[in-house]
């Protein structure tokens, strides 16, 4: 099987598991939410999109992703590490990573198929009101939170545009589509809402675990909820001999493997 036909078909089974069949995804983290896997924003150059951390010890897995992408490049990103994550792929192996290497297309694909389905494109196509294609362009890149470029590449393989006409379209933006057809307002809002800082719940909801454990200190407990060694000290309570032990408690460390930035 083809890397393409491998990820829209893990793709397709994972909206399966989900039951979200061929509906759009309106937000993204409500996936990673069901999934029980964090994400966190960062602070990153714009040639660097993301990566997976999976910590070996725990099996818990951490997904950054660089929070100056543009909304739709920040979806398909997430959907792209989601590929990683599904397959299992060896996030310490450079050379797994490379843009060329079987992983990297096939995540890809994933990501492609499973923010648009093709089985979506075909259904919106049958229902259009009117057989534009650029008009039905925007009316995915709308609908489906996907780019132009992904939107085209999805039409073209639902044999609704040729090469030629795929690769003009892969040059829209979203945003010269949204001028266009009058849903600037939308895309804002979107965009403002997908770069609203997420909370990493579920590694805060481990590292207050850990303190409970003796195995992070008030201070590393602090510094993971961005909050005073006070709060702290009066949100979370502890004996005197629990309080011995924090200054020589061992931090609990995160396989935080950059190898897979893309």
Known sequence: MSNENEGAEAAHTLREQLDIGNAPISNIFTIFDLLNIDVIFVQADNNEH?????????????????????????????????????????????NTHLYSSDSEI?????????LLPLAAVSNWWDKA??????????????????????????MSNA????????????????????K?????????????????????????????????????????????????VTDVARNFPISSLRESKTDVADPIILDDDLSDLL
């Open 180 to 228: 266009n057809y009058g849903w600037e307002d939308l895309l804002q809002n979107r965009v403002n809402e997908i770069h609203t800082k997420k909370e990493p719940k579920l590694l805060k909801e481990k590292a207050i675990t850990a303190f409970h454990n003796g195995k992070i200190t008030q201070n590393e407990l602090a510094a993971i909820l961005k909050c005073t």
């Open 50 to 94: 993301g990566f997976t951390a999976r910590d070996e010890k725990s099996k818990a897995i951490v997904v950054v992703v660089n929070c100056h992408l543009p909304y739709a490049r920040l979806r398909s990103t997430l959907a792209h590490e989601l590929a990683h994550i599904s397959f299992s792929d060896d996030l310490t192996n450079l």
């Open 106 to 114: 096939r995540a890809n694909a994933f990501s492609r198929h499973f």
């Open 159 to 178: 044999d609704l545009i040729d090469d030629a006409v795929c690769e003009q379209y892969r040059q829209e933006s979203s945003r010269s589509l949204a």
């Open 129 to 154: 009101a009117t057989k534009d294609t650029h008009r039905f362009l925007n009316s995915l890149v709308r609908n489906f939170g996907v780019s132009p470029a992904i939107a085209a590449f999805q």
